[in-house]
């Protein structure tokens, strides 16, 4: 039998367990081959490169020859990694969901070979923990239900298989591709949608800030969601953002450095879990506020940064001090004594999509903060993204490191956070180059044009993009992208198209808001009357361009030119700034594409974007 094949994998979650002594192999239909023609169930061990518990379970299970030895024998063992393989882990999930609401990494399934989950869990501790059992004694659980009881087995997992084939054929269905049973999609009623805020905060903790009790996570979406709101009028959500912010930037989830931990273990935020998401800090930068948007710029810079401007994943929670490898203690070193010591490691893949809402983020908050660092930031990893992971207008590349390219495929998260962050890019740069990209990409994402992954497929158990609470959905993500472009190009489609994307995801979100904030925001916009901004200056400092960035707020799309830059819009195709380059400067306010008298001063643009 083939040893450990990990140790050439692109993924750097997977090459820490290349020194194992059991038998990983990547996720593949080799895999499931060899486990059916040895007639054993296969072990699917999920996790990331940052993750303390998969490290911890790691060190104490898959370091040990013993279950080495007994995974050797009795199954066929693979690793994957949720962040190079998302398609995978969701459909895990989906499963695992049947044996626990405990979810999270790492992720432990045992699947048969046709690739069917029969038993999950996370985390399994190498000695009996109360209730919970010990990893062996998992493992010996599992290998007796698959002699004895075989029938049973396959029974279980092809009742979970067929409930996760409903549920991802509702999900297609109401997604990209139409409406259910060709009705036409209705977004939830505006006043249902801000009502949403009126549950936020009974939800917020008074005492310590915040939603709910421990753990506290930062809640990037919802935080966007609130302050869509507020920018739409809603005086509660912007009192409720701004403590919720404040109590972010005060607390121990913020780091000395600026950069934002991925969550804190306790109801009064303390005790943070270390890691560092690109994700998390991407989303917040977006709402911020200048210091603590600087904040994070910095931490981005710096830590995250790559030399060609794209952004790795993350930055670990452990690190190596006095030769013991230790979770946070860095972290709570005063910056200046830091250097002693060798920082964290960087999970060091750029993944398509959380540099899609970096570019965003940095885009939104270097435009309304007046930070041109931000803005080149955004620029530069733009270029590395559309250098290394686009080809001829299409996105190629999910994952790369500096040992290659990812052969996973790209998914809807790819497509529909890079050509969002391309496209406010875009509007707030003026270069239309990222424009012209993001059009292609949004066409691309409507088309659903992504591969599905042959094991997933086989089994019927692919369930396309689940929500999630701290991630901006690459699904609403295209859907804004498209109504956007709907603005820009005069093209109704898109905006019909925006709607189908968020209809369904935005009315669950009225009920259960945490895991569907990102789809109110965008249903909201989608309600509200249109309108379109084009400010054109060729002085960057003209006091008009300000006016301009503060108009942006649900249903009003703002863009930010020079003549020359005007012009060229209109040569790409985009029938709103026909004719906008004779005038400097100027601002054009237009609702649902009928258009306001220049204005050629900033008083007289508030005025027109106020009334």
Not at 383 to 396: E, I, K, S, Y
Not at 432 to 456: I, K, M, Q, W
Request: hydrophobic share 45%; net charge negative.
């Amino acid at each position: 039998m083939d040893d450990n094949r990990l140790g050439t994998s692109v993924s750097p979650y997977l090459r820490l367990h290349a020194d194992n002594p059991v038998d990983w192999r990547e996720w593949g239909p080799e895999a499931f081959a060899e486990a059916r023609e040895r007639d054993v169930p296969v072990l699917v061990s999920v996790g990331y490169a940052t993750c303390h518990w998969c490290h911890v379970m790691a060190r104490e299970s898959f370091a040990d020859p013993e279950v080495g030895a007994i995974l050797r024998q009795g199954f066929v063992s693979v690793k994957v990694d949720r962040e190079e393989r998302p398609d995978v882990d969701a459909s895990l999930m989906a499963a695992a969901s049947a044996f626990t609401q405990q979810l999270g990494w790492p992720l432990t399934t045992f699947l048969t070979p046709d690739g069917h989950v029969f038993f999950a869990g996370t985390y399994f501790p190498p000695s009996p923990v109360g209730q919970v059992p010990s990893f062996r004694q998992i493992l010996a659980a599992v290998l007796d239900a698959w002699t004895e009881r075989r029938d049973e087995v396959d029974a279980n997992a092809s009742a979970i298989a067929a409930a996760i084939r409903q549920g991802a054929e509702a999900d297609r269905a109401a997604g990209v591709g139409g409406g259910r049973d060709g009705d036409e999609p209705r977004l939830p009623a505006v006043d249902a949608v801000l009502a949403v805020t009126e549950q936020l905060a009974r939800a917020e903790d008074t005492t310590y800030g915040g939603f709910g009790g421990a753990p506290k996570f930062p809640s990037a979406p919802l935080l966007e969601f609130l302050a869509d709101a507020a920018a739409d009028g809603d005086a509660g959500a912007d009192a409720l953002l701004e403590r919720s912010l404040d109590t972010i930037r005060r607390s121990e989830l913020t780091d000395a450095d600026g950069g934002v931990f991925r969550y804190a273990t306790k109801r009064d935020w303390s005790v943070p879990h270390y890691e560092r998401m690109l994700y998390d800090n991407a989303g917040l930068i977006a709402v911020a506020g200048p210091e603590q948007a600087r904040g994070i710029a910095d931490f981005l810079r710096d830590t995250l940064r790559r030399g060609d401007g794209a952004f790795v994943a993350a930055q670990d929670s452990e690190s190596t001090i006095d030769g013991r490898r230790v979770e946070g203690e860095w972290y709570r070193l005063p910056l200046d004594e830091r250097g002693r010591f060798d920082p964290p490691p960087l999970d060091d893949q750029v993944l398509t999509g959380w540099n899609g809402l970096a570019i965003r983020g940095l885009a939104i908050a270097g435009a309304r903060h007046g930070d041109p660092e931000m803005l080149s930031l955004a620029r530069a990893a733009a270029d590395a993204l559309l250098v290394a992971h686009v080809r001829d207008g299409h996105v190629t590349v999910r994952s790369s490191t500096p040992r290659g390219a990812s052969a996973a495929p790209p998914t809807i998260e790819d497509v529909g956070l890079l050509a969002e962050g391309l496209l406010d890019l875009a509007l707030v740069t003026g270069e239309v180059r990222y424009a012209v990209a993001a059009r292609t990409l949004v066409d691309d994402g409507l088309a659903g044009r992504f591969d599905v992954d042959p094991v997933l497929a086989a089994s019927g158990t692919a369930t396309g993009e689940q929500p999630q609470t701290a991630l901006r959905s690459g699904t609403v993500a295209l859907a804004a992208a498209a109504a956007t472009l709907s603005a820009l190009t005069g093209v109704s489609e898109y905006r019909t198209a925006a709607v189908r994307l968020v209809a369904d995801r935005a009315t669950t979100g009225t009920e259960r808001p945490l895991g569907h904030a990102d789809a109110l925001g965008v249903a909201l916009a989608l309600q509200r009357p249109s309108r379109e901004v084009v400010v054109v200056a060729s002085d960057p400092d003209d006091p008009i361009r300000a006016v301009g960035r503060r108009a942006r707020r649900p249903g009003t799309v703002v863009a930010l030119v020079t003549p020359g830059q005007a012009a060229a819009w209109a040569a790409a195709g985009f029938e709103l700034f026909d004719g906008r380059d004779q005038l400097d400067p100027a601002g054009y306010v237009c609702h649902d594409r009928v258009c306001a008298l220049p204005a050629r001063s900033a008083d007289v643009l508030a005025e027109q974007t106020t009334s």
